[in-house]
């Protein structure tokens, strides 16, 4: 059986400049992974390119053995991203925010879905607030909203943790924890890795281009991540 995700031979150049070389990794079903760098190693460089929204310039992308640039919208159906970029529209409130998004990806029983989510991410308060006018957590809560609408087999974070407060950490936390012991995959970029461990399985080390260690997290601390983006 393939992997649910498989990268193979992904280079990534800006005329002259390289940034990514040969990347190749696969994620099974149900692991979550975390992936570290130096800043400008090209770690969301990656997960754009991963989440099809940056073409490489050389090599593929597989999901279930399907290639992405041929089934293309099998996979953004599949796929779930979140960047420090919030994705959402401004002008237009928490509710209207998941109807658009849901109507996209044709969610049956809409209206009861997005009162039962703006519950669940605590948001149901201001909900018809403009999102430019909420906190980053809350934004970031109502970003995972918008995924639990069609319920991604895989998520690609990238710095999910950044701007949030303990409140909007805590839960985040515990949806992450959830989604993958339900069977859900997971690829997260971030620099807080004492939290990475606390959820990870794996843990690969993007430097100089390439992945340079792809190894289990299993008693591995924080202090020894730091170490490997310092060699």
Known sequence: ???????????KHFGYIKILENINFSIETGEFVILIGNNGAGKSTLLRIISSLMKP??????FKGKNQREKYMFWLQKMGYVSEETQLYGDLSSIDNLRLYGTF?????????????????????????????LSSGMKKRLMIGRLMLYQPEI??????????????????????NEFNQKGGAVLMVTHQFEQGLELANRVMVLKNRKIQRNIPTEGLHSEQLS?????
Request: net charge negative; glycine share 4%; with cysteine.
């Open 1 to 11: 059986m393939s992997a649910l995700l498989c990268v193979e031979g992904i280079c």
């Open 105 to 133: 990806y044709e969610v049956e029983d809409l209206n009861l879905k997005i009162n039962d989510i703006l519950s669940i991410i605590d948001l149901t308060h201001v909900s018809k607030i403009p999102v430019r006018k």
């Open 155 to 176: 998520l690609l974070l990238d710095e999910p943790y950044s701007g949030l407060d303990q409140i909007s950490l805590n839960w985040l936390k515990k949806y992450l």
């Open 57 to 62: 310039t050389h090599g593929n992308i597989f």
């Open 227 to 231: 170490s490997w983006l310092e060699e």
